[in-house]
């Protein structure tokens, strides 16, 4: 029996060293690899302490104190940026025959009255119906009832009695009567230079939408153009950057421009308009007047309050009532009403290039008894010519 027990004693100390053997190698074989030493690291020094002994300074080249430049107090440098160049001024179109070289615009909207009349008068047989005709064309072009009626009598008459037949012939007659009509004799130049006296004043009326201020903008240069130094007068203050627009025509051509504040007096800023033109010896001022409508009696009175302010310096020399072309027989109300406000003298023609209306010349020169002293034929800044005759018959009747 102690034989039995001493043997199962040996068998389990046995087994027990076993399994320690096995669980040994087991855990060298799962333990994972050391660790990579760690580099040296030289420790950055240390800072320095109170009472600890400076580093021993390196020997550098210095200079001395007469070398240093100094400040001597002065202002600081201040670095001037170039000035802005000014807008060129710009030298205007001579305005001598300025009309015969705008003809060719001219024509292309007035030739259709020309062409017409002349195929109605080159037909074999001038009845009553044809000479209807003629009439038509007349009124349809704003001629007006009793100048159309006063030419269509004297075309009758000499086509009876010369016989005429001929499209030479024709067109001769034509211009001939249409010059007759249009006025060859009437006293057109811009009154612009008093014998007694500097300088010139000129006022520019019209209604809103008729071209007033580019008008007398344009104006201005046809002045420069001449030779004339020119002083503007802004007085149209209620119409937002009306001044503005006339301001920038000036500068174009050199002309100084006078203003006041938007919604300010219309008759103070024409009254210092001239005052400053006497001061400066300019040749001429021009005054640029609100868009009076004409069916506001108070605003056409304060026109009237405009002229009689100015004239405390000087008479006006040249009131330009500006009338737009499309307008036709509506431009004729306007006329009656602005003539009866201020002593209208010469009439401006707008967008003349843009209407088969040229008869409107006729028209309103009849109505005020005062001539067609300048036509706008376009955009452009030089499309502004004294009107001429000839030159605007010529572009009526074609080549």
Do not use: Y
């Not at 007006?144 to 008459?157: A, K």
């Not at 104006?219 to 006339?246: E, K």
Request: charge should be negative.
């Amino acid at each position: 029996m102690d034989i039995v027990i001493l043997a199962v004693v040996i068998a389990v100390v046995v087994l027990g060293a076993l399994g320690g053997l096995i669980v040994g190698s087991r855990r060298k074989k799962q333990l994972p690899p050391p660790p990579p030493a760690a580099p040296d690291i030289t420790a950055p020094p240390a800072e320095p302490h109170v009472g600890d002994e400076a580093e021993k300074p390196r020997e550098e080249p210095r200079r001395t104190i007469e070398e240093v430049d100094l400040p001597d107090g002065s202002a600081p440098v201040v670095v001037e940026e170039p000035p802005a160049e000014a807008p060129g001024i710009e030298i205007p179109e001579p305005t001598a025959g300025r009309l015969v070289r705008l003809r060719a615009r001219l024509s292309r909207s007035q030739n259709a009255l020309g062409k017409g009349l002349l195929t109605l008068l080159s037909r074999e047989h001038l009845d009553e119906d044809t000479w209807e005709e003629i009439e038509d064309t007349l009124l349809t072009a704003d001629v007006g009832v009793q100048p159309t009626q006063e030419l269509v009598e004297r075309l009758r008459e000499r086509v009876r009695v010369l016989g005429t037949r001929t499209h030479e012939e024709l067109r001769t007659l034509l211009r001939e009567e249409l010059l007759t009509l249009v006025g060859r004799d009437m006293d057109r130049a811009v009154r612009t230079e008093p014998e007694d006296r500097k300088p010139g004043i000129v006022m520019v009326v019209g209604v809103n939408g008729t071209g007033k201020t580019t008008t007398t903008g344009k104006l201005a240069r046809v002045l420069v153009a001449d030779g004339q130094s020119v002083v503007l007068g802004a007085a149209d203050t209620f119409r937002a950057a009306a001044a503005d627009q006339l301001q920038t025509w000036g500068e174009r051509v050199g002309a100084h421009t006078v203003r006041g504040p938007e919604g300010g007096d219309p008759a103070s800023v024409a009254f210092d308009a001239v005052k400053e033109g006497k001061e400066m010896g300019a040749n001429v001022v021009l005054i640029d007047t609100a868009g009076r409508l004409h069916t506001k009696t108070g605003l056409m009175d304060e026109l009237g309050k405009v002229k009689r302010v100015v004239e405390k310096h000087a008479p006006v020399d040249e009131v330009l009532l500006v009338l737009d072309a499309t307008t036709g027989q509506n431009g004729l109300v306007q006329a009656r009403v602005f003539s009866e406000v201020v002593n209208i003298t010469g009439i401006v023609l707008t967008k003349l290039d843009g209407t088969a209306k040229g008869g409107i010349v006729v028209a309103v020169q009849r109505e005020l008894g005062v001539p067609v002293k300048l036509i706008g034929l376009g955009e452009g800044a030089d499309d502004l010519a004294p009107f001429e005759p000839e030159a605007f018959v010529d572009a009526l009747i074609g080549e």
